[in-house]
């Protein structure tokens, strides 16, 4: 079963970027759409993007700042984060899409801060 581990995450400040990678322990070739969520304290985990065969969507509070990409080759998924606000702060998940409870891992925490 794969399992994923998320890292990259750290403090930046508003208007900083940052790059998060999903690894995966085994392949994603056969996963189709693949995603990252975030949950902020006290809020719903959510969707923030999705990548298919050659297709990608985001979420409207991130599109044009966040770049989400995959390498089926390293079995990675990745997010780039651009023009952080705020409100970004929380922490990130990679998941299939829909998601899978067998598939959480621990996430990787961003803070965006001043």
């Known amino acids: 079963q794969v399992q994923f581990v998320e890292s990259g995450g750290g403090l930046v400040q508003p208007g900083g970027s940052l790059r998060l990678s999903c690894a995966a322990s085994?392949?994603?070739?056969?996963?189709?759409?693949m995603g990252w969520y975030r949950q902020a304290p006290g809020k719903q985990r959510e969707l923030v993007a999705g990548?298919?065969?050659?297709?990608?969507n985001y979420a409207d509070s991130v599109k044009g700042r966040f770049t989400i990409s995959r390498d089926n080759a390293n079995n990675t998924v990745y997010l780039q984060m651009n023009s952080l606000k705020p409100e970004d702060t929380a922490v990130y998940y990679c998941?299939?899409?829909?998601?899978?409870?067998?598939?959480w891992g621990q996430g990787t925490q961003v803070t965006v801060s001043s």
């Open positions: 990548i298919g065969s050659g297709n990608t």
């Open positions: 085994g392949s994603i070739f056969s996963i189709v759409v």
């Open positions: 998941n299939r899409i829909p998601s899978s409870s067998s598939y």
